[in-house]
């Protein structure tokens, strides 16, 4: 019997979501649909803002209107993401008695969770990434945070179980410290798994341009999150004195739970923008990843990020450096963008909600192809974010370009810093795995598109001697 087996959190239904869904059981048309929703034992909390019985709720109302046959299973979550699959199929027998199984045989598996369709795929499942085009679960609480309409982005179902449960006000409590709190924290409203492992997959990039610029003695991470350059930071530097700095609670947890090799590192909660080091006394601190962080959550000021220099400046040593990694601004000019269908899919998204207010641009058609005609900045804030869906929400608010290199330069220099490297890169993992083939760049020839161009450097590093 052929089964198909969604399987997610649950917390909204979208209506791009519902016809999405609605679509995909059309076209496989199933014997049988099993909903498994996860987090069985989370109620309330940011990744789970509402209870099982509320999740249930909405997937019942959609399986009831939409499928021919459907059962709904919970499944708690477990420690080790290695069983999760088999803790899933144990999960289903127990709850049906020994009357209902899946197995690899019979059931696809369909989500729009990269990890999820891969740990099928590794227990020999058909698994189908299945992206929606249009509205997320996830941009439903993002809607009620921002202050629009999230009624216009809900299915009917969600709509009724909100207003009856009084969810928004509920979300708006969970979430109330997205913003910069009154202590300083970062909070990120980021799905934290998702985030650190993209993190971490970058780490030993991070550490080509970071080390070969570090002096000895004082370190400090600014913004070390899950602390993972710490570690390298102590097994290459065992006498320095390393101190990692965070924001997020949900980082520093993990930071300070980690195993740092030569017990020289120490975790501390503190906005990075601030001083905290007497003056003159640090050697090296590391910004990797950070500045667009402090310049986004500042409500977009570039003067948050002068504090952060000037106080760093401050704090160290003469002769210390500072050391920055980020994204980086592309000097301004006007291109023309041709995208596949997704990627098309996609930019009418992020022009609408980058940074809540979106940015306009022009639609043209060439040679019976259609293009987007618009600013060398908005296009690169757009392909840098483009592929982190399961963050789309918290993406969407920052802006990676602060300064462009020249910039940046002039800014060191502004508060008393001497520069010693300043270079911008093309990550070529980045074009092969999410440019090539999905977006390509043209000149502005008159109102044409004129030579193809490269796409433009995603990263930054940043040198300067205090």
């Not at 940015?359 to 900045?377: A, D, I, M, N, P």
Request: hydrophobic share 35%.
């Amino acid at each position: 019997m052929e089964t198909l087996l969604l399987v997610g959190r649950w917390n909204a239904i979208t209506r791009d979501q519902e016809n999405t869904l609605r679509r995909t059981l059309q076209d496989y048309a199933p014997a049988r649909t099993f909903f498994v929703i996860t987090g069985a034992d989370q109620s309330q909390t940011r990744r789970y803002p509402l209870t099982p019985d509320e999740r249930q709720e909405l997937v019942k109302s959609f399986a009831t209107k939409h499928c021919r046959y459907h059962e709904i299973f919970r499944v708690t979550d477990v420690a080790d993401p290695s069983t999760w699959v088999a803790h899933v199929q144990d999960s289903i027998v127990k709850a049906s008695q020994g009357r209902t199984r899946i197995d690899p045989g019979d059931t696809t598996l369909v989500s729009g969770n990269l990890e999820v369709v891969k740990a099928f795929e590794d227990a020999l499942y058909t698994a189908i990434f299945q992206e929606i085009l249009g509205s997320a679960p996830s941009d439903v609480a993002g809607a009620i945070l921002a202050c629009r309409s999230w009624r216009a982005i809900a299915n009917d179902a969600t709509t009724r179980l909100y207003e009856a449960k009084g969810i928004e006000a509920r979300v708006r409590k969970i979430y109330s410290d997205i913003e910069l709190t009154e202590d300083g924290e970062l909070s990120h409203n980021r799905e934290f798994v998702v985030y650190v492992r993209g993190m971490d997959a970058s780490l030993k990039q991070k550490v080509e341009d970071i080390f070969p610029h570090l002096r000895p003695g004082l370190i400090v991470d600014k913004g070390c999150g899950s602390g993972s350059m710490l570690i390298e930071l102590s097994l290459k530097y065992p006498t320095s004195r390393i101190y990692g700095m965070e924001l997020s609670r949900e980082l520093l947890r993990l930071a300070d739970g980690r195993h740092y090799p030569n017990q020289n590192v120490t975790i501390v909660k503190g906005n990075v923008a601030q001083p905290h080091f007497p003056p003159g006394t640090v050697d090296t601190a590391i910004f990797s990843s950070v500045m667009h962080e402090i310049y986004s959550y500042a409500r977009y000021s570039r003067d948050a990020v002068r504090l952060a220099l000037g106080n760093t400046r401050m704090e160290l040593k003469r002769g210390g450096v500072v050391i920055i990694r980020d994204g980086v601004k592309p000097p301004p000019r006007r291109m023309w963008m041709r995208c596949d269908g997704t990627t098309e899919a996609r930019f009418r998204r992020f022009a609408k909600e980058f940074k809540e207010t979106g940015f306009k641009f022009e639609e043209r058609e060439y040679l019976k192809r259609l293009f987007f005609v618009l600013g060398s900045h908005e296009i690169n804030e757009f392909l840098t974010k483009k592929d982190y869906l399961e963050n789309w929400s918290a993406e969407v608010r920052e802006e990676f370009g602060v300064w462009t290199l020249e910039e940046w330069k002039k800014e060191l220099e502004a508060v008393g810093f001497k520069p010693l490297v300043a270079r911008s890169y093309l990550n070529p993992w980045i074009v092969e795995n999410r440019y090539k083939n999905r977006a390509w760049l043209y000149a502005d020839a008159v109102d044409v598109p004129g030579d193809e161009l490269p796409y433009p450097d995603t990263n930054l590093v940043l040198v300067a001697e205090g």
